[in-house]
């Protein structure tokens, strides 16, 4: 077993203190993780408080983690301590379904989440990246690219994967307009790799508050949807739009500005089912679609992909005794564009 020192959340109104607990010991086929940062998802505040009703308590957050090795277990192959490594939003998954034979354990019916439910075994709460150490079975721990700072690989864990799955699916590349709606966490991480694919990249914000931010991370074009006649000037321009807002959007308009044949995928959960009316659809041969993260082999993909172009996410780094406040400036808006949790801080 393996003292580990967190943060932790007892209950949805408690705020997040200082938690003491126990690692499970090495199994042959584990790694033992020293982690350096944790990145802050908005995720992470949805079951922090409980707001999609399936949180279990005491929960340690955090599934954007970046770390090194500490130590290996006897049959371990793709690690040796000293490696970077990181653990993203699985730690485990059935291995026997179809989606995890292909590939795609993140669809798989029994993933093991990161945190927020139980180990496999199905007795111990897996607790996540809020914390000093992690132990994670090597099939399901990824390897850091060298030369890039470690603290801003950290979201490329969630935010990262959670962008490039859909542009990959979706075939962003030269030649196709993609329109990123959002410019927060998750969107200004499509930006950056929508550009790196080749794709002509626009943004779409409620107001013209972030335009410097998002010609600087590479998009080409910006729209404001406050301002009257956005819609109109927008109808189908684009071959693939990125949602990335958890707000209440009306997906309605958005489907318009798609060309035939052109697909808008969904990564935010609104608070509220949306209404769709079926002939923003059919008069288009529209598809609304939706995304998850990526399985593991797609999320080593990404993570080289973001190496050979040089690509990781804008952070500000907090020690873990602001996690609180954190939390409160993300809903606020005010973070340029994701919060890392230094884990020295801890130590």
Not at 243 to 268: A, E, F, H, I
Not at 312 to 339: C, H, T
Request: hydrophobic share 40%; charged share 20%; with cysteine.
């Amino acid at each position: 077993m393996y003292p580990v020192k967190s943060y932790a959340v007892s209950a949805p109104e408690k705020f997040l203190a200082p938690f003491a607990f126990d690692r499970r010991a090495l199994g042959p086929g584990d790694v033992l993780i020293d982690i350096q940062y944790c990145g802050i998802c908005h995720s992470d505040i949805h079951q922090v408080r409980n707001e999609w009703g399936n949180s279990f308590y005491p929960m340690v957050p955090g599934h954007e983690i970046a770390g090194v090795v500490a130590e290996v277990g006897r049959a371990v192959t793709k690690f040796k301590p000293g490696q970077r490594a990181g653990v993203g939003c699985m730690v485990d998954s059935c291995r026997a379904c179809p989606d995890c034979k292909e590939g795609e354990e993140q669809y798989c019916g029994h993933p093991v989440f990161t945190y927020n439910g139980y180990e496999k075994d199905g007795k111990a709460l897996a607790q996540g990246g809020y914390s000093t150490r992690i132990v994670v079975n090597e099939d399901f721990v990824l390897r850091l690219p060298e030369g890039l700072p470690m603290d801003a690989l950290a979201p490329l864990l969630c935010a990262g994967i959670t962008t490039y799955s859909p542009l990959r699916h979706w075939q962003a590349g030269p030649g196709k307009k993609v329109g990123i709606i959002g410019l927060g966490g998750l969107g200004h991480m499509a930006v950056k790799i929508a550009k790196a694919m080749g794709a002509q990249v626009s943004v779409i914000s409620r107001s013209r508050g972030k335009e410097a931010d998002a010609r600087r991370l590479g998009a080409e074009d910006y729209y404001a949807t406050a301002e009257a006649g956005t819609f109109e000037k927008l109808a189908r321009h684009f071959d693939l739009l990125i949602c990335t807002v958890s707000s209440d959007p009306d997906w309605n308009q958005y489907l318009g500005t798609l060309k035939r044949d052109g697909t808008m995928v969904v990564l935010g959960v609104p608070s509220k089912p949306q209404p769709v009316h079926a002939a923003n659809l059919i008069f288009g041969r529209h598809c609304l679609a939706g995304s998850l993260i990526g399985g593991i082999r797609e999320t080593q993909e990404m993570l080289d992909f973001c190496a050979k172009h040089r690509i990781v996410s804008d952070i500000e780094l907090v020690p873990m005794q602001k996690v609180n406040e954190a939390y409160e400036r993300v809903l606020k808006g005010d973070v340029k564009f994701r919060f890392v949790i230094d884990m020295a801080s801890l130590k």
